[in-house]
């Protein structure tokens, strides 16, 4: 069944009574709503997606969605986005055998080559046309398009893995102004032109920054952040960066959510008002944590108190 609150894009759709939600139901969802698209109009909210939300024709046909009928209540969304997952299935078909130290891929010349065919040749192109389904509004960018990512090597040893180093979002904010929605992947590049692949969630948080970005959302593999990881009802739908700090520095936050964890702390700190971590696998997940009361993940806020004021927590609402 689909959810109430999404209006689908496709005029073929059932009516409301046909789907089995009632008119006045549906009616009442969207005046939800209307406090949410009118704070955030004019806005830029930055998505990073990955994970499920790539891999699932269906869940990414839902994403397209979410982002187009955000760009057509007046928000301004700016897409990025990694792809592990397809740079190791790709190199696996290649027979190129990865390499790894302490948790992060090597990434000789061979693997940056396969990095760079898969988000900017196939990851990319395939977030683009499905945007671009329900018009022509999306425009594909690789962090080497006008100087967008400036980057660095994070470790020799660890070869073309690149830290960012600046960022110029000039070619971002000039397709905003033309009404466009940006699409980034996370290869960047350094002066001389030497190409890196960025981890996409700390790239996702420098261009929100860049952009003062009014909230950046993260689409994950989970539910949001945990208070204890075998309890799925430990849902944290709020906490400010030094809260989330202490988390990370006990233990609660591990593994692969801490650069998550981290990359919401750095937005925060830049200036973004807050930054969010949702369940990619739940179809319209943007839309319900944006649009709704309730909110489905987890909302970090800025730690300092004078920024913080009259920010609203998930259960504030606007």
Do not use: W
């Amino acid at each position: 069944m689909s959810d109430p609150l999404i209006m689908d894009l496709n005029p073929d759709t059932p009516t409301p009574s046909d789907s089995g939600f009632a008119p006045e139901q549906r009616a009442g969802v969207l005046v939800e709503t209307l406090p949410y698209i009118q704070r955030f109009a004019g806005q830029v909210v930055v998505v990073k997606v990955g994970g499920h939300a790539m891999d699932d024709g269906d869940l990414a046909a839902r994403f397209a969605e979410d982002v187009v009928l955000m760009h057509s209540v007046g928000i301004r969304p700016v897409v990025v986005h990694g792809g592990g997952p397809q740079i190791g299935a790709l190199m696996e078909r290649l027979g190129i055998q990865p390499e790894f130290r302490e948790g992060l891929r090597v990434t000789d010349a061979a693997t940056l080559e396969v990095a760079r065919m898969v988000l900017v040749g196939k990851v990319n192109r395939d977030i683009v046309s499905g945007i671009n389904v329900h018009g022509p509004l999306a425009v594909g960018l690789s962090g080497e398009d006008a100087g967008l990512i400036t980057a660095s090597a994070r470790n020799p040893e660890l070869g073309y893995v690149g830290d960012v180093e600046a960022i110029n979002p000039a070619i971002v904010e000039r397709l905003l102004v033309e009404n466009l929605i940006p699409v980034v992947s996370t290869i960047g590049a350094d002066p001389t032109g030497q190409s890196y692949n960025i981890n996409a969630d700390t790239a996702a948080a420098a261009l929100a920054t860049a952009l003062d970005a009014e909230r950046i959302l993260y689409l994950t593999d989970v539910e949001g952040l945990l208070a204890d990881t075998d309890d799925p009802d430990s849902r944290i739908s709020s906490l400010d960066s030094t809260a989330l700090e202490d988390l990370i520095a006990d233990g609660t936050v591990s593994g692969g959510m801490i650069p998550k964890a981290r990359a919401c702390i750095d937005a925060v700190a830049g200036g973004v008002a807050s930054a969010h971590m949702v369940d990619g696998r739940v179809p319209h997940v943007v839309l319900l944590e944006l649009f709704t009361d309730a909110g489905i993940g987890t909302m970090v806020r800025p730690a300092d108190p004078t920024v913080a004021a009259g920010l609203p927590t998930v259960e504030d609402g606007p």
